[in-house]
């Protein structure tokens, strides 16, 4: 089995280009890759798409935040397509001013849209968001009497991952409720660059088990301990 | 007769719908207080839309792992039986008709089972993040409200002014007040809950109420 680089954080961020579109995982910051997150703050690439369930959390009155609300706070993003901002209020006021342009996409059409594009698919065809603002612009196909949404599938450039466990080869398995967008943005992603707590040898995780099939990941990084 | 808002009163009437081994998807907020008041040998399944199902409750101080969380970030425990899964498969669960019932939160709600709870343009937007597929996936939605907000005005509206989280979704609105089933165009009240009366209801409810021939006080005390 073929090995893939395992690189430190530092560099890894180096291969996101100003203007790219970055797939994060996590929700409400629990699976989020907090190593590469804070490299790529250090670096200050700027004018990037975040794709990811939500903007984290922020707490303006103790400054205390997770996930990718370190980015928000620098402003790194020109667009945020995401289906929760609650728990970050710098977000909203970025987006009531202005400033950055928030698409709310409700959480299940995220994640087909993602897997569609993962899985070579055009987009998915949904009742979600039928009668609401959500079908604006969209397609309404009748299937047998049924109407849905066309969905477009939702690709980016690079994806952000945090697993439990990554063999060398870039299998990985999760951790718990930390699980949730990960393993659909590493398919939908040129580049996927997963930080996992531990790195294996190849052959330690049971095949049975693996989350992430290794095809889908580029780069490995460590884990903060 | 004085409104006195009353949480309990709403999460205990909702909790009594539920039959044993039922996969229930409760939202964040008044809804989670259902998972309270579940009736003795009532089981049910509580589905995390982050990711499991098997969610149980809150862990003891000290005990907390933080990659445990519910939808709402809070840390959480797994009971036996309980597994893992990533978004796809949580909403596939969700959309695919496999959850007997979700309880949502209210900003508005209507006589066409109109639902509205994610966003006040320009004020509060915190997204829809799953409710807009639970309301459409779920085979039974509850919306969970106090009767009045707190200027006083009926939460239960003819039409719903703000913008919709779902289309003609809701089954049923469970009130501190009473229990109204949505259905052609208008709210049933099949209870009303003790203080209150019909007469009270349909006074200070800006709606349709039709009484359904079976309504009956409920004592929820």
Redesign the interface.
């Known amino acids: 089995m073929v090995k893939k680089p395992i690189v430190t954080a530092d560099e890894a961020v180096k291969l996101i280009k100003e203007g790219d579109a970055v797939m994060v995982g996590g929700?409400?910051?629990?699976?989020s890759p907090t190593g590469l997150i804070a490299a790529l703050e250090k670096r200050g690439t700027g004018k990037l798409t975040l794709i990811c369930?939500?903007c984290a959390?922020y707490n303006p009155k103790t400054g205390d935040m997770n996930g990718v609300a370190p980015l928000v706070a620098k402003k790194r993003f020109s667009v945020a397509v995401?289906?929760?901002?609650?728990?970050n209020p710098e977000i909203?006021r970025q987006?009531?001013e202005g400033e950055t342009d928030?698409r709310?996409v409700?959480?299940?059409?995220?994640?087909?849209r993602?897997?569609a594009a993962g899985a070579g698919l055009g987009g998915v065809l949904?009742?979600?968001?039928?009668?609401?603002?959500?079908q604006d612009g969209k397609k309404v196909v009748e299937v047998d009497g049924v109407k849905f949404l066309l969905e477009k599938a939702l690709k980016g450039d690079v994806a952000l991952i945090r697993a439990k466990k990554a063999d060398k080869s870039g299998n990985c398995v999760?951790?718990?409720?930390?699980?949730?967008?990960?393993?659909?943005m590493a398919m939908a992603c040129d580049t996927v660059i997963v930080e996992a707590d531990e790195i294996v040898e190849i052959g330690e995780l049971d095949p049975e088990v693996v989350?992430t099939p290794s095809v889908f990941v580029t780069h490995i990084v460590q884990g903060r301990k | 007769m004085e409104y006195v808002a009353n949480k309990e009163t709403i999460a205990k009437r909702i909790a009594r719908f539920f039959k044993n081994g039922d996969v229930v998807n409760l939202g964040i907020g008044l809804p989670t207080l259902v998972g309270n008041y579940v009736p003795e040998g009532v089981e049910l399944i509580l589905q995390s839309e982050n990711g499991f199902m098997g969610l149980g409750p809150a862990p003891e101080a000290g005990e907390e792992d933080p990659m445990l969380v519910n939808a709402g970030g809070m840390p959480v425990t797994i009971k036996a039986g309980g597994c893992y899964f990533d978004s796809a498969m949580s909403f596939a669960i969700i959309r695919g008709g496999h959850i007997a019932a979700t309880v949502l939160g209210v900003l508005e709600v209507d006589q066409e089972g109109n639902l509205a709870n994610y966003k006040i343009p320009g004020k509060m937007v915190p997204g829809m993040g799953g409710a807009m597929d639970l309301t459409v996936g779920a085979k039974t939605v509850f919306a969970a409200t106090q009767h009045f907000d707190a200027k006083g005005n009926s939460k239960l509206l003819r039409r719903c002014k703000l913008p919709l989280t779902a289309a003609a979704q809701v089954d049923y609105v469970v009130t501190d007040v009473g229990l109204f089933q949505v259905k052609d165009g208008a709210f049933v009240l099949k209870e009303y809950f003790k203080p209150y009366t019909v007469d009270y209801i349909l006074e200070t409810t800006d709606a349709d109420i039709v009484v359904d021939k079976d309504c009956k006080e409920v004592d929820l005390a």
């Open positions: 929700f409400l910051g629990c699976g369930n939500d959390m995401v289906s929760h901002i609650g728990t909203q987006m009531n928030v709310l409700p959480q299940g059409t995220l994640a087909e993602i897997r949904t009742p979600t968001g039928l009668g609401t603002e959500v999760y951790d718990k409720s930390g699980r949730n967008f990960n393993p659909l989350v």
